[in-house]
């Protein structure tokens, strides 16, 4: 079945301690992303990948770190969690960047940060 | 830059009632549509989409016609179902730099009661 992994589901931690939320995709898609979702704002994107090794930054990407070291692999990293990185969080890819080109969405992970 | 712009919710509905979601957008360039549906405890999946300039994108018994007159792209549904309560979110993808973003509106709550 083609999908898009997210785990944890559900994270609490405390804030300064370093976390990874990892997203995988098996559809062998190039184009992979990470937005935050927040309560009257919808959705922003953190960063996204073109391919392996390429990674940018998108609209809210202060406090968040990326890798791409294999096409099916996009981990975010926080380095070091404060409370305004309280979201859900969305793990998405799509075969290509092209304009018309769906994206598939990983089922999300809801992080807390006391 | 780019913005898409939802009606506020949510929406309540009884089953078997009309549905039209309004969106709006602001582009620079030929953008491609979409309309996004997040069921409660899910990712986002694609509902319908529309890549050029009255085309209309259509699933599940929704519609939306890309009218590049009045820069919208309204959802419509003619007889809602109590399964059909989720979250929407109007999209665009628009090139910039050679490559598509995905812009998100607010999102729309759907609420549809027996």
């Known amino acids: 079945e083609a999908q898009v992994t997210q785990n944890p589901r559900y994270l609490i931690t405390v804030t300064g301690k370093k976390l990874t939320v990892t997203c995988s995709q098996n559809m062998n898609h190039e184009y992979m992303s990470w937005y935050r979702q927040d309560p009257g704002l919808g959705l922003r994107q953190i960063y996204y990948s073109m391919n392996v090794e390429v990674t940018d930054k998108g609209d809210v990407p202060e406090g968040y770190k990326v890798s791409r070291k294999e096409k099916r692999n996009f981990p975010l990293i926080l380095e070091s969690p404060s409370p305004n990185q309280t979201s859900l969080y969305f793990c998405?890819?799509?075969?290509?960047?092209?304009?018309?080109?769906?994206?598939?969405f990983g089922q999300g992970t809801r992080l807390t940060v006391v | 830059g780019d913005s898409v712009t939802q009606m506020e919710g949510p929406v309540t509905l009884s089953e078997e009632a009309f549905l039209t979601i309004n969106c709006t957008y602001t582009?620079?360039?030929?953008?491609?549509l979409f309309w996004y549906v997040q069921y409660p405890g899910e990712g986002l999946q694609l509902l319908l989409k529309a890549t050029k300039a009255d085309d209309k994108g259509s699933n599940k018994g929704f519609e939306a016609t890309y009218r590049k007159e009045t820069t919208s792209f309204h959802l419509e549904k003619g007889s809602v179902q109590v399964s059909d309560s989720a979250v929407y979110f109007c999209?665009?993808?628009?090139?910039?730099?050679?490559?598509?973003?995905?812009?998100f509106g607010k999102g729309t709550m759907l609420l549809v009661s027996p």
């Open positions: 999209a665009l993808s628009d090139e910039d730099s050679g490559y598509s973003t995905l812009t």
């Open positions: 582009a620079t360039g030929y953008p491609s």
């Open positions: 998405a890819s799509s075969l290509s960047p092209q304009v018309n080109t769906e994206a598939f």
